[in-house]
């Protein structure tokens, strides 16, 4: 039914999942499985916890959908909590990574214009990942995402990541954003180096342009941080969410610091469901969780306990090259000999979850409240799985 049904725009593993709980699913025939994906980097607190169901019920009983033409008390709370932790000033709810970026690419072209007509350049990173829309789409640095969807948006100017040479040689008075991500998610897991990222922002600061860091994968905790930029160092000018912040229900945000924060004027964007009361309930339960005493120390001690063991399958099996990333947004390299994919797969045979990423590599993304014995459970599979190669 699904091939008569459903554009063929995914390939899906043979598998119908019926229900989760915390870092397991269960398919229609109750086999179980254990999910390093966290619908990629979404279920940051697990399969249905019991605080985001308490509020999915609370909520919904009372107001789920209301449209932005009135006040709504869970988009402001949600908005101040965000603004506090980020010390940025304002922001808008969407319901998507992808629409948070088009959104953020529209203030940075509206932002250029006050300036003056031509400054309108944006510059993208190679390898970089920021979703499927066109406007997203032609500052995502991937040619077969690019490729199909040609002619792409105007006035996108492609830059090596982590070159600094090659920003400098992009870079011009008529840039008005910068867009990056902080760790490369689909890219392979690979982090900015903070030399570029500096230069980054020192020639956005002297030249009023704006930073934009995607943090639809690396935020919201991942990083063992709630911002990635808490990692950098470098205040962004705006900062882009989703994925994590609504643990499973969508929702995304743009949070604009001061520069640009009075850039939009009323008419200038909107979104019928971006914010509504109970995609923001859900997310306010995340954040209160998220921002509870210890959970992100947590999320970097388990980062540092895991990454030493796999540090170890590292040394055991050569087919491990190497383990990138922070926090629980981490990457294993594999080499050569074996593809990624067949990796991903023999591990689904084992029922356990795991998804690719550009360069041969391996996504490890358990949900932020993973336990020390289930990191221990993940690494006694991927020994499992590289030892069929
Ligand atoms: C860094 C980054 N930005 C944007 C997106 C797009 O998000 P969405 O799929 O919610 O549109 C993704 C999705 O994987 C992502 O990883």
């Known amino acids: 039914m699904e091939t008569n049904n459903i554009l063929n725009t995914y390939n899906r593993f043979d598998v119908i999942f019926k229900k989760g709980k915390g870092v397991y699913l269960y398919d229609i025939n109750d086999n179980k499985y254990f999910d390093f994906v966290s619908g990629i980097a979404v279920n940051c607190l697990g399969h249905s916890n019991p605080k985001i169901i308490n509020t999915i019920k609370n909520q919904s009983e009372n ?17 101040d909590k965000l603004i506090k932790i980020g010390d940025l000033d304002k922001v808008f709810f969407c319901n998507s990574g992808t629409e948070a970026n088009e959104l953020a690419l529209k203030i940075a072209r509206k932002f250029g214009k006050e300036f003056c007509p031509d400054k309108n350049k944006i510059i993208y990173m190679k390898n970089s990942f920021h979703g499927r829309t066109l406007g997203a789409l032609s500052v995502t640095g991937q040619e077969k995402y690019q490729a199909p969807y040609r002619p792409i948006l105007g006035g996108t100017v492609q830059c090596e990541f982590n070159n600094i040479k090659d920003f400098y040689s992009k870079f011009d008075k008529n840039v008005c954003g910068v867009i990056i991500e902080l760790i490369q998610g689909e890219g392979g897991i690979i982090p900015i180096d903070p030399e570029f990222l500096q230069t980054v922002k020192n020639l956005c600061d002297i030249n009023n342009a704006l930073l934009i860091t995607d943090d639809v994968q690396c935020g919201i905790g991942r990083l063992g941080t709630f911002f990635a930029y808490e990692k950098f160092s470098v205040i962004p000018d705006i900062i882009t969410v989703a994925k994590g912040l609504g643990g499973g229900f969508p929702i995304g945000g743009v949070i604009v610091g001061k520069k640009a924060c009075e850039t939009l004027k009323p008419g200038d964007h909107g979104s019928t469901f971006g914010g509504n009361p109970l995609a923001c309930s859900v997310a306010n339960t995340v954040v209160d ?5 210890n959970f992100l120390d947590e999320v970097s001690n388990k980062s540092a306990y895991f990454k030493e063991k796999i540090n170890d399958l590292i040394k055991k099996y050569d087919a491990f090259e190497s383990i990138s990333g922070m926090g629980l947004l981490l990457g294993l390299k594999i080499n050569d000999k ?18 690719g990423a550009g360069n041969n590599t391996v996504r490890l993304l358990p949900p932020l409240n993973v336990t020390y014995e289930e990191l221990d459970k993940a690494v006694m599979l991927l020994e499992e799985t590289i030892k069929e190669f």
């Open 338 to 355: 074996i593809s990624s994919g067949d990796f991903v797969k023999k591990a689904f045979e084992k029922h356990f979850l795991l998804v």
């Open 63 to 79: 107001l789920m959908h209301i449209s932005n033409l009135y006040w709504n008390d869970q988009q402001i709370k949600l908005a």
């Open 289 to 293: 969780c998220l921002t509870s005493e």
